[in-house]
């Protein structure tokens, strides 16, 4: 144990070091003053990003290094939110600190608590008690209605439903033998799925759609026994990719966006248009932090934030955010491989999937790789829901990488 301690110090300090020099870089922007907001932003992401990793260290046997690069990505995230509006980043810091606390929460909660692969049926009824409350008295925003009002703030379900259905899949293909003895045993869930589908149809958010389809299909392609049910997948896909098209005419502008900014550059073409500008103007290294014009690009502290940061850090800044995505898919995968427990590895590839396609749909949709989809950046991205089940996810992925055998060993004692 010490031995690893002493290994994970090194990468923990580089990032400290990190954290300090770009503190430094904001502090000359803004005239050399450390006012009241810059000294908090430096205590608070020291503090709650250098702890974190200590304790982290101490109560866990499994990967350290998951919650290292995220913790990276989350530095970045923040300090570029702080230098477009400090208020924002501010607000950003506090949601990170909360996100962290639902860490552990999530860490404890999952790795103590037993059955977990047992409860189907409470995921699913979760899962669409959520979707009917959002329709039912769910606010709009951004063309789709997937908000929920507190009256103190608000939420979107959807970003807990996801980790409601990485659950529900698990708890499915890990006691796929009792589901074999119904007819048609490959379509209950995929039935389930696209009822989701459907109440993300209704409330015309297509991007977590699209989330939704690339998990279930990726288990469903490495658990599914029955293949004729993937080929079936695949060509609802097809026809809901074409009804998607055809019934909304917010999907029809982000394809013609896509397709060709230019025609419509000043109006729908402008997002795109300004993210290529920056990223351009970025060059390799970047114009230096705080020395770019990130009050050009719309939404540029959500949905828009990877230019931004190429902008004035950049392209090699963001082909190494690529990488820090990349590396935390690939631990992610090597967790499941290494998981003897069924359950837990598809969660663990479950949430991997998640990760990778969500940082793909973001990243892919501001370079005009893909058409954009209003999907944010894991961990990056301004947003407290975003931000609190991102790290939930990332504490059920941490007790995936843990042995679990002793909990196996429990349970069937229970038995």
Known sequence: MVKKLKKLRRPRDLLLLFEILAILLLFFYYDGEFDRDILFLAGGLIFIIYISNFVLGRVTTGDNYIFLIVSLLLSIGVITIFRIDPETGIKQLQWAFLGIL???????????????????????????????????????????????????????????????????????????????????????????????????????????????????????????????????????????????????????????????????????????????????????????????????????????????????????????IIMLYLLLTYRGVKIAFAQQNKFYRILALSISILFALQSFLNIGGVIKLIPMTGITLPFVSYGGSSMLSSFIALGVLQVCSEDLSWKEEKEGGDR
Request: net charge neutral; proline share 2%.
């Open 102 to 320: 639902f860490f552990y929460f999530t860490y404890f909660l999952v790795r103590h608590f037993r059955h977990l692969d047992q409860l189907a049926s409470l995921y699913l009824i979760a899962s669409v008690a959520l979707f009917v409350l959002t329709l039912a008295i769910g606010a709009a925003f951004g063309g789709a209605k997937n908000w929920l009002d507190l009256g103190f703030g608000t939420f979107q379900p959807t970003e807990f439903i996801k980790i409601l259905l990485v659950f529900l899949l698990a708890s499915f293909y890990s006691n796929y033998g009792k589901y074999e003895k119904y007819n048609y045993t490959a379509y209950i869930m995929m039935a389930i799925v696209y009822l989701f589908i459907v109440f993300l149809f209704l409330q015309k958010d297509l991007g977590t759609a699209v989330i939704f389809l690339g998990i279930f299909m990726g288990i469903q392609f490495i658990y599914e026994k029955d293949r004729k049910a993937i080929l079936t997948n695949l060509g609802l896909v097809l026809v809901g990719s074409i009804l998607g098209f055809l019934l909304f005419s917010h999907v029809k502008t982000r394809v013609s966006i896509w397709l060709d900014p230019w025609s419509d550059v000043y109006n729908s073409g402008r997002q795109i248009a300004q993210s290529l500008f920056a990223i351009a103007e970025g060059g390799y290294f970047g114009t230096g932090l705080g020395l770019g014009y990130p009050e050009l690009i719309p939404v540029r502290e959500s949905d828009f934030i990877f230019p931004v940061i190429c902008e004035e850090m950049g392209i090699f800044a963001g082909i190494g």
